[in-house]
Nanobody
């Protein structure tokens, strides 16, 4: 099991910003994709954003396009999620995820079935 260590969650007012980080020591992730899902109380876990480690291609859920930005730091093996203009409906536990095999399909579709998960970090947006 390769650890994904998340940080950066917290409480923020609507319109504010937060940045989540996900660090990994798994060098195998170099040929993979990483990203974020979230789960609000009483709802199913949903995809938020993903980035392909090689080349840096990104993909976002429609609900966060234009507000969230995913990026990576190759030297630190870390993925970031910059969240701006946060809304109360963004309140959820955010999970970092990684998919290490990107064969046989479109990479962001394959990412919807990750191989690894982080422990989750709470993001709460007050109105």
């Amino acid at each position: 099991q390769v650890p994904l260590v998340e940080s950066g969650g917290g409480l923020v007012q609507a319109g504010g910003s937060l940045r989540l980080s996900c660090a990994t020591s798994g060098r195998s992730f170099v040929s993979s994709a990483m990203g974020w899902f979230r789960q609000a109380p009483g709802k199913e876990r949903e995809f938020v954003a993903a980035i392909k480690w090689s080349g840096g291609s990104t993909y976002y859920a429609d609900s966060v396009k234009g507000r969230f930005t995913i990026s990576r730091d190759n030297a630190k093996n870390t993925v970031y999620l910059q969240m701006n203009d946060l809304k109360p409906e963004d309140t959820a536990v955010y999970y970092c995820a990684a998919r290490v095999a990107l064969y046989g399909g479109v990479w962001y579709e394959l990412f919807q079935r990750p191989n690894y998960w982080g422990q989750g970090t709470q993001v709460t947006v007050s109105s």
